[in-house]
T-cell receptor, first 115, second 115 residues
């Protein structure tokens, strides 16, 4: 089945540690996205990538880093510089048509808790 | 800056009753509009989308939405709610004229269903 997988589902981290969240898609989509979700805040864009080896900062990129070495994969690293990392993280992917008429499809999410 | 407003944080309806969830946006150009649904601890599932054409769009699970340009609205409706519809609903918009294909989300409306 085609889709987006995120792992792990739950992740616990001690303060001061970096942690990497995995996102893989087999939909052959060019574009991939990372969102952060906090209660009552909706989804906020962290980073996005429209093509391999290229990515752009979203609205809340500080304290996060990404890479896009393969079309299928877009890992997110939450660094120790992120002051409040406890949140639900969602990965999405889409085709990349002209004009922006692309539907984003979402993975099941990773819940990160900082202890 | 572009924005999406979902005025109702929480709505409670009885099973079998009709439902309308409100969404307003602020953009200059023609927007691309989406409604997503999220069950607790899960990713987002696309309910329906509007890119162009008929302003009344049909989606999955019996939902529909109507784009009203004059009111900058894209309200989601269902004639008869089922207990399984209890979830959080997000309206999202892409500003096709801004040169950026980023989704902007509203903060969500949580739907509770009374049996």
């Amino acid at each position: 089945d085609g889709g987006i997988t995120q792992s792990p589902k739950y992740l616990f981290r001690k303060e001061g540690q970096n942690v990497t969240l995995s996102c893989e898609q087999n939909l052959n989509h060019d574009a991939m996205y990372w969102y952060r979700q906090d209660p009552g805040q909706g989804l906020r864009l962290i980073y996005y990538s429209q093509i391999v080896n290229d990515f752009q900062k979203g609205d809340i990129a500080e304290g996060y880093s990404v890479s896009r070495e393969k079309k299928e994969s877009f890992p997110l690293t939450v660094t120790s510089a992120q002051k409040n990392p406890t949140a639900f993280y969602l990965c999405a992917s889409s085709t990349r048509t002209s004009g922006g008429a692309d539907t984003q499809y979402f993975g099941p999410g990773t819940r990160l808790t900082v202890l | 800056a572009q924005s999406v407003t979902q005025p109702d944080i929480h709505i409670t309806v009885s099973e079998g009753a009709s439902l309308e969830l409100r969404c307003n946006y602020s953009y200059g150009a023609t927007p691309y509009l989406f409604w997503y649904v999220q069950s607790p601890g899960q990713g987002l599932q696309l309910l329906l989308k509007y890119f162009s054409g008929d302003t009344l769009v049909q989606g999955i699970k019996g939902f529909e939405a109507e784009f009203k340009r004059s009111q900058s609205s894209f309200n989601l409706r269902k004639p008869s709610v089922h207990w399984s519809d209890a979830a959080e609903y997000f309206c999202a918009v892409v500003d096709s004229g801004a040169g950026s294909y980023q989704l902007t989300f509203g903060k969500g409306t949580k739907l509770s269903v009374i049996p």
